[in-house]
C-alpha cells in the first residue's frame, strides 16, 4: 500500500482542493450566466429606450409638420381673402366710355 493513501490529513488536503476546484468551477459558471443575463437585460432596455425614443421623434415631428400646415393654410387663407377683396375693388370700378374707347384704340393699333 501507498503511505500517502493512508495519511488521513493528505486525504483531506486532496478532497479540499476538489471541492475548492468545484465552488470554483460553480461560481465561474454561476458568474458567467448572471454576466449574460445583465448583458441581455442591457441590450433588451437600450433596444426599448431607442424604440421609444423613435416613436418620440415621429411623434414630434408629425406635430411640427401639422402645426406648419396650419401656418400655411392660414397664409394661404389671407392671400386669397386678400386677392379677393383686390378683385371685388376693381370689378366694383366703372371705367368711363373715354378710357374704353382710348384702350380699345390702342390695343387695335397694336395689333
Do not use: W
Request: aromatic share 2%; net charge neutral.
Amino acid at each position: 500500500m501507498n503511505p500517502t493513501s493512508q495519511n488521513p490529513e493528505f486525504m483531506k488536503t486532496i478532497e479540499d482542493i476538489r471541492t475548492a476546484e468545484k465552488e470554483y468551477e460553480s461560481t465561474l459558471t454561476k458568474a458567467r450566466e448572471n454576466a449574460e443575463k445583465v448583458l441581455r437585460d442591457a441590450k433588451e432596455k437600450v433596444h426599448d429606450e431607442r424604440e421609444k425614443t423613435e416613436k418620440e421623434i415621429v411623434e414630434l415631428k408629425n406635430e411640427r409638420l401639422r402645426k406648419g400646415s396650419k401656418g400655411i393654410e392660414a397664409d394661404v387663407q389671407k392671400m386669397v381673402d386678400e386677392a379677393k377683396e383686390e378683385a371685388s375693388g376693381i370689378n366694383s370700378k366703372k371705367l368711363n366710355k373715354k378710357d374704353v374707347s382710348k384702350l380699345v384704340k390702342d390695343f387695335i393699333a397694336g395689333l
